[in-house]
């Protein structure tokens, strides 16, 4: 089994608790927050690496059906105990048809061994035109320095973890066959501050979190 994996199989039973703490709560709402106006209103739509599907619980409405994805049968175990639709397996090998509307990922990236062929995956299981939305940590921030000091500590999450820039977000994009079409940033605040600056933006140096929506190149 890959070690990532097992690092996510181990750790799935208290991964939510980040989300109960005070500024992990502040953290989620902003990142939720970003990703709700980036992503379709209406439609199915696929998140890549879902965890334990807080985020699809959170995204989900009455125009909104969102599945899950993820390869750490731990995590899909918890997500079902939310009665998420959950599906084991990778994003570079997605076990679907075309059938999406439109696909996110949440600091997922960071993991893959080759985004590139996830995101040329991603297209093969989408319909014409549909939309690809990726929130990652800034590897530029505050937060991103934060995160690369966790795993030089060697995390059993984050030290198998590879942070990107925007610019280099923007070459791998490309090269999966899409072009961005929107960005955003939030979490301007300092990983020490109690108090997380949720204020969505254009993204900058200061952004702890940014994401991008792109659309398939012609």
Known sequence: MDEKIKAFNAVAGKYDDWYEHPQGKQVFLAERNVVNIMIPHEGLGLEVGSGTGAFIKSLENEGRTIVGLDPST????????????????YGHH?????????????????????????????????????????????????????????GAKSDPVF????????????????????KICD??????????????????????RDSGVVVVKAVPRV
């Open 94 to 150: 997605a076990p679907f048809r075309t059938v999406f509307d439109f696909t996110y990922m949440v600091t997922v990236i960071e993991f893959l061994l080759d985004p590139v062929a996830t995101l040329k995956e991603i297209r093969k299981i989408t319909k014409t035109g549909s939309p690809y939305t990726l929130l990652f940590i800034n590897k530029d921030s505050s937060w991103g320095t934060l995160y690369k000091d966790i």
């Open 74 to 89: 731990e995590m899909i175990a918890q997500a079902k105990e939310k009665q998420i639709h959950s599906v084991l397996g």
């Open 159 to 178: 030290k198998h973890a590879r942070l990107y820039s925007l610019s280099e977000i923007e070459e791998i994009v490309g090269r999966g066959g899409y």
């Open 183 to 204: 960005t955003k940033g939030t979490l301007s605040s300092k990983p020490l501050n109690p108090d997380v600056d949720n204020v969505i933006t254009d993204p900058t």
